[in-house]
Nanobody, 113 residues
């Protein structure tokens, strides 16, 4: 059974940075598109970023230029570097494994003064 464990979330001030990690177990991420989604209070879950097995990336317009997704297949881990954070980025961020169409439980990111 695949398990995705996110970490790195927390409380930051506007303009700050966080780096989220997603550690996969029970299944390799090799040859698989991985991603990050987020869900804010009262909102539907939305796609933040995708990265293919070849390293191609795609981002939501709202995070372009601020966020960067990366992967280390040897560590079975996906990352999301979040810079210039805004209050609108506040959400639970979940890692996505496309082969299993599966999301982790997520890590809370709160951007507030």
């Amino acid at each position: 059974q695949v398990q995705l464990v996110e970490s790195g979330g927390g409380l930051v001030q506007p303009g700050g940075s966080l780096r989220l990690s997603c550690a996969a177990s029970g299944s390799t991420i090799r040859l698989t598109t991985m991603g990050w989604y987020r869900q804010a209070p009262g909102k539907q879950r939305e796609l933040v970023a995708l990265i293919t097995s070849g390293g191609s990336t795609r981002y939501a317009d709202s995070v372009k230029g601020r966020f960067g997704i990366s992967r280390d297949d040897s560590k079975n881990t996906v990352y999301l570097q979040m810079n210039s954070l805004k209050s609108e980025d506040t959400a639970v961020y979940s890692c996505y494994h496309s082969r299993y169409n599966y999301w982790g439980q997520g890590t809370q990111v709160t951007v507030s003064s």
